[in-house]
């Protein structure tokens, strides 16, 4: 009998397993909670999350309707804002004008403005003056141009035509570029561009800017054909931004996504202080980045946000230290780590060091005060990452497992001492920005695009886009005028290279 009773587990020993189960189950429960509120506390200020992420909540494109248990989904939100359909039905047709379309035809005008007459000096076989020879008839051309709003101005070139004593029928030649009998001219085609490719106002919205100030009848389909000119006369001035950028000292280097014919693609941004190049590809990882011909070859020193593929290139890395203050901001936010605080006051501290030395003429921090801040940048990381190693450790035993997930603020932690180098090095290089955000605000050109215009129809769009912007934004950095230098490439007959050829 006593053998009997002592085999039972008692009240107590019941209890206390209990109470071992509970707090196994209590120290699960705040794991996962504190793991969901740190994803809905993630925005563009203390994450790596884009500023798009931070606006209305994106409808959710799968037919299937969500359940409340949907990871990191907030259903309250979720019943505000409901999944939109569309009553709208895709159809075969290709884009553009359809049959029946009512065009619009540039028609010639009886009383131009203005008359340009191409005369002839010699035959073009026997060089016999043909100065005392009458013309035989006038072959006329007319360019259009938007001149005050609501009235174009109408040129009209006419060339003579001679018959010379030898037989032989010559005809003066026109300007470059007037090649049919009705045209716009290149004032109005540049314009055209202009409003396109860098305000980004769709094609029907600038034919309606010139029927509505200009009194043209200019269509969209007419944009079109400009922008795609102007792309085919920039061919050798995209690879002499490419050619420069190889060459270029430091370089930064993002990817953005964009769409694509409903797909997402992937625009892939180099730049420097005096050049820029998109490049658009199905590929986010290397594939798309070694078909800009660059990072291959590329040996100077490249500025990014440790996305991984980058680390393939035989390069020198830099990290941005812009992504790294938004983290640690993450860190202090959910955590309230004051390490993580500590850290952020110090690298800002050593940037505005370096830039106030950088005004004096100094080409890097002074060595001791560097060590220094070296010094001081290792005792936080390493006090950090052995209190968010201790919690780790407590949490382990709580939950009674083997081992736990890391925290984010321990693997960031951990980044940061083991790339303490690439995070550091713009203290000794003041030519080494702080962070990468000269490549974030190129991006952020690509991304206007998008949501004013929507998304390219093809990748010939796409390609469009980006060897007009990376010419764009090279001559912006240039200090060229925007108008001018897309007047420069309409006019660009010959595919000269338009920058650094001098």
């Given at each position: 009998?006593?053998?009997?009773?002592?085999?039972?587990?008692?009240?107590?020993?019941?209890?206390?397993?209990?109470?071992?189960?509970?707090?196994?189950?209590?120290?699960?429960?705040?794991?996962?909670?504190?793991?969901?509120?740190?994803?809905?506390?993630?925005?563009?200020?203390?994450?790596?999350?884009?500023?798009?992420?931070?606006?209305?909540?994106?409808?959710?494109?799968?037919?299937?309707?969500?359940?409340?248990?949907?990871?990191?989904?907030?259903?309250?939100?979720?019943?505000?804002?409901?999944?939109?359909?569309?009553?709208?039905?895709?159809?075969?047709?290709?884009?553009?004008?359809?049959?029946?379309?009512?065009?619009?035809?540039?028609?010639?005008?009886?009383?131009?403005?203005?008359?340009?007459?191409?005369?002839?000096?010699?035959?073009?076989?026997?060089?016999?003056?043909?100065?005392?020879?009458?013309?035989?008839?006038?072959?006329?051309?007319?360019?259009?141009?938007?001149?005050?709003?609501?009235?174009?101005?109408?040129?009209?070139?006419?060339?003579?035509?001679?018959?010379?004593?030898?037989?032989?029928?010559?005809?003066?030649?026109?300007?470059?570029?007037?090649?049919?009998?009705?045209?716009?001219?290149?004032?109005?085609?540049?314009m055209a561009v202009y409003l396109n490719?860098?305000?980004?106002?769709?094609?029907?919205?600038?034919?309606?800017?010139?029927?509505?100030?200009?009194?043209?009848?200019?269509?969209?389909?007419?944009?079109?054909?400009?922008?795609?000119?102007?792309?085919?006369?920039?061919?050798?001035?995209?690879?002499?931004?490419?050619?420069?950028?190889?060459?270029?000292?430091?370089?930064?280097?993002?990817?953005?996504?964009?769409?694509?014919?409903?797909?997402?693609?992937?625009?892939?941004?180099?730049?420097?202080?005096?050049?820029?190049?998109?490049?658009?590809?199905?590929?986010?990882?290397?594939?798309?980045?070694?078909?800009?011909?660059?990072?291959?070859?590329?040996?100077?020193?490249?500025?990014?946000?440790?996305?991984?593929?980058?680390?393939?290139?035989?390069?020198?890395?830099?990290?941005?230290?812009?992504?790294?203050?938004?983290?640690?901001?993450?860190?202090?936010?959910?955590?309230?780590?004051?390490?993580?605080?500590?850290?952020?006051?110090?690298?800002?501290?050593?940037?505005?060091?370096?830039?106030?030395?950088?005004?004096?003429?100094?080409?890097?921090?002074?060595?001791?005060?560097?060590?220094?801040?070296?010094?001081?940048?290792?005792?936080?990381?390493?006090?950090?990452?052995?209190?968010?190693?201790?919690?780790?450790?407590?949490?382990?035993?709580?939950?009674?497992?083997?081992?736990?997930?890391?925290?984010?603020?321990?693997?960031?932690?951990?980044?940061?001492?083991?790339?303490?180098?690439?995070?550091?090095?713009?203290?000794?290089?003041?030519?080494?920005?702080?962070?990468?955000?000269?490549?974030?605000?190129?991006?952020?050109?690509?991304?206007?695009?998008?949501?004013?215009?929507?998304?390219?129809?093809?990748?010939?769009?796409?390609?469009?886009?980006?060897r007009i912007r990376s010419y764009v934004?090279?001559?912006?950095?240039?200090?060229?005028?925007?108008?001018?230098?897309?007047?420069?490439?309409?006019?660009?007959?010959?595919?000269?290279?338009?920058?650094?050829?001098?």
């Amino acid at each position: 009998m006593g053998s009997e009773t002592s085999s039972t587990p008692s009240s107590y020993q019941l209890l206390a397993e209990e109470v071992v189960q509970l707090r196994m189950k209590v120290a699960y429960l705040e794991e996962r909670c504190r793991e969901l509120e740190g994803m809905v506390s993630k925005n563009s200020q203390n994450s790596s999350k884009p500023p798009s992420s931070d606006g209305y909540q994106k409808p959710n494109k799968s037919d299937s309707p969500q359940d409340d248990s949907t990871n990191g989904k907030n259903s309250d939100s979720q019943q505000e804002s409901p999944t939109p359909k569309s009553l709208r039905q895709s159809s075969d047709n290709k884009a553009g004008g359809q049959k029946g379309h009512k065009g619009n035809c540039l028609k010639s005008v009886d009383n131009p403005d203005y008359v340009v007459y191409h005369t002839l000096l010699e035959c073009h076989d026997y060089h016999t003056s043909l100065l005392d020879v009458e013309p035989l008839k006038h072959i006329e051309r007319q360019v259009f141009e938007r001149g005050k709003p609501g009235c174009p101005e109408v040129t009209a070139h006419r060339a003579e035509v001679k018959v010379c004593s030898c037989g032989h029928h010559n005809q003066a030649a026109f300007p470059e570029g007037v090649t049919a009998a009705v045209q716009y001219g290149p004032s109005t085609r540049a314009m055209a561009v202009y409003l396109n490719q860098y305000h980004f106002i769709p094609y029907k919205r600038v034919s309606e800017y010139f029927h509505t100030v200009h009194n043209m009848s200019l269509s969209a389909g007419s944009v079109a054909n400009f922008v795609a000119a102007t792309y085919e006369n920039l061919a050798s001035t995209e690879q002499v931004i490419k050619d420069a950028l190889k060459e270029t000292p430091v370089a930064g280097s993002d990817e953005t996504g964009m769409r694509v014919d409903g797909d997402l693609w992937w625009l892939h941004i180099l730049r420097d202080d005096q050049w820029t190049l998109y490049h658009l590809a199905q590929k986010r990882g290397c594939e798309g980045m070694d078909a800009m011909g660059i990072l291959l070859t590329f040996t100077g020193v490249l500025v990014h946000d440790h996305w991984k593929p980058y680390f393939t290139y035989a390069a020198v890395h830099v990290l941005c230290n812009a992504h790294h203050l938004r983290e640690l901001q993450g860190v202090v936010d959910r955590d309230a780590n004051q390490l993580a605080l500590r850290l952020m006051k110090l690298l800002r501290l050593s940037w505005h060091y370096c830039k106030g030395f950088n005004t004096i003429g100094m080409l890097q921090m002074p060595s001791v005060l560097q060590e220094r801040i070296e010094d001081i940048y290792d005792r936080i990381l390493k006090r950090a990452l052995a209190k968010e190693a201790a919690y780790m450790e407590m949490q382990r035993q709580e939950l009674g497992r083997k081992k736990v997930k890391r925290t984010k603020a321990y693997n960031l932690f951990k980044r940061l001492i083991d790339y303490k180098e690439e995070t550091l090095r713009f203290m000794t290089d003041f030519t080494i920005p702080f962070d990468n955000n000269g490549s974030e605000r190129d991006a952020r050109m690509a991304k206007l695009k998008q949501k004013i215009s929507g998304c390219f129809r093809n990748d010939d769009g796409g390609s469009m886009f980006t060897r007009i912007r990376s010419y764009v934004s090279s001559a912006k950095k240039q200090g060229k005028n925007i108008f001018h230098s897309i007047y420069r490439a309409v006019e660009n007959y010959g595919n000269l290279p338009l920058l650094g050829a001098e």
